[in-house]
């Protein structure tokens, strides 16, 4: 293991040798005398954390990330790209900190001084935030005021340029479809509305001190790496262990849902590449296409060579296995119920229909996202079933 972390490490510095940054010079300092940048992650290990970090790095990027303590490891998502702290040429390194703890906020950035702050931690699962709604707002809206605090306290307003992860939740009971940077919010739920203040108090401290300060107005985006409960990867992680005979039945939520969903590889470089534009802008980062939940399930269903119908409405709507071709799915037959809904994911208030409207990003930063929703459901599918199929080699040994 350790081998092949350095392997592909190695293999970075290669790459990384023959592009315009090389990491192999002191800190702060790149081979041809440009200034190497230094970059502050919070929620880097995170699922779009652990992107930003890997595109930050082979940009040539110092990269600095907050962990939070936890009992168990919490870092599986940069663990590729983990340095040791011994290496001399080191570009990537982790410290102890929390959005709720302004003084380990503001030593890390007197000690990093960085060039730009990518403000990517929350408690980010809106269910949750139902439950913890004290806890979310606290991380949510007064988490990024202490780091825009901390950067002004510090003297650091001309140098370093902030980041906002901001959310299309903020929409939430839409008030225009689709939706785009001057649709009236309607946020509703405690984690959208804490969004809210972080959003506003981004600008705030853009236009009282002259920042730059922005926010990224991020419609849902998916990838192998998202949170086990976040419904995309609920579902690939479930037909996948369905279809092997781990699992019977995956268990939704409001299945009528319609998400704009894009890959989170390519939000990640939407964000870089707004704090280098010339002037701060808050900008809506979406794919412009929308799906359900039920389509989801189809889709991902579809990976496996599986068919499904849909029946019944609301609580007691199921899908039912139509057709299977291929041998993904050894373990079920035509005639099985592998999706029904469970009303407890259901949430007090929901967001019913999200659409963005991406084309003033299109615009002003030449953006074009790589991924379809149809690769994103593939590459998801593949890495479930990989997954899947350790587990059941584990569980048969
Ligand atoms: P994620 O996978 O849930 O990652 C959240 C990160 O925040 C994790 O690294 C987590 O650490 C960290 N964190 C949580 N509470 C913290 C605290 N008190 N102090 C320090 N770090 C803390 O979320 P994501 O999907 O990557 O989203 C990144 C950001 O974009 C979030 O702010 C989210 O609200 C926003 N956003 C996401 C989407 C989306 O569709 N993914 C859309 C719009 C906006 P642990 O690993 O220790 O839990
Ligand atoms: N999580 C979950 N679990 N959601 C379900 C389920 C289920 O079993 N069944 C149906 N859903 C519905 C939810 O009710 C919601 O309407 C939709 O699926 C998407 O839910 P999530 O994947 O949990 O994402 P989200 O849209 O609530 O929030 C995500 O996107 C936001 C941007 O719009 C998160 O990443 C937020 O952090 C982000 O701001």
């Given at each position: 293991m350790f081998f092949l972390v350095r392997l592909q490490l190695y293999n970075d510095c290669i790459w990384l040798k023959s592009s315009k940054y090389c990491p192999y010079t002191d800190y702060g300092l790149t081979q041809g005398g440009d200034k190497m940048k230094t970059a502050l992650i919070t929620g880097i290990t995170g699922q779009d954390g652990s992107y930003l970090a890997e595109y930050l790095l082979a940009k040539g990027y110092f990269v600095h990330g907050i962990k939070r303590k936890a009992s168990?490891?919490?870092t599986q998502r940069i663990d590729h790209i983990y340095q040791s702290p011994y290496d001399t040429d080191k570009r990537f390194k982790l410290h102890y900190g929390d959005l709720t703890d302004s003084l380990s906020l503001v030593r890390l950035i007197q000690e990093i001084q960085p060039d730009e702050i990518y403000n990517?931690?929350?408690?980010?699962?809106v269910a949750v935030s139902f439950e913890m709604p004290e806890y979310s707002s606290d991380v949510n809206a007064l988490g990024p005021l202490r780091i825009l605090e901390a950067i002004r306290f510090l003297g650091l307003q001309e140098k370093t340029r902030f980041l906002q992860a901001s959310t299309s939740e903020l929409f939430g009971k839409v008030q225009e479809v689709p939706q785009n940077e001057k649709t009236p919010f309607y946020p509703r739920s405690p984690y959208a509305v804490a969004k809210q203040y972080a959003y506003w108090i981004t600008i705030n401290y853009r236009e009282a001190y002259g920042m730059f300060a922005c926010n990224s107005i991020l419609f849902n985006h998916e990838s192998p790496r998202r949170g086990e409960t976040f419904v995309t990867r609920k579902i690939s992680m479930a037909l996948c262990q369905i279809a092997l005979g781990l699992e019977k039945c995956l268990y939704l939520g409001n299945m009528n849902a319609l998400r704009d969903w894009g890959h989170a590889k390519d939000y990640v470089i939407m964000q870089w590449r707004m704090l280098q534009l010339d002037e701060p802008e808050d900008l809506v980062i979406a794919s412009g296409e929308q799906h359900s939940v039920r389509e989801f399930v189809s889709l991902a269903a579809a990976e496996l060579g599986i068919q499904l119908d849909f029946k019944g409405q609301g609580v007691d709507e199921y899908a039912v296995v139509a057709d299977i071709s291929g041998n993904?799915?050894?373990q079920i037959k035509p005639g099985d119920v592998i999706v029904r809904v469970d009303p407890k994911y259901f949430r007090p208030t929901e967001v019913e229909t999200l659409l963005g409207d991406a084309s003033l990003a299109r615009q002003k930063l030449d953006w074009k996202a790589e991924h379809s929703l149809n690769n994103l459901v593939s590459e998801m599918m593949r890495s479930d079933y990989d997954i899947a199929q350790k587990k059941l080699l584990l569980q048969s040994h």
């Open positions: 168990l490891f919490n990517l931690a929350a408690q980010s699962h993904l799915a050894p």
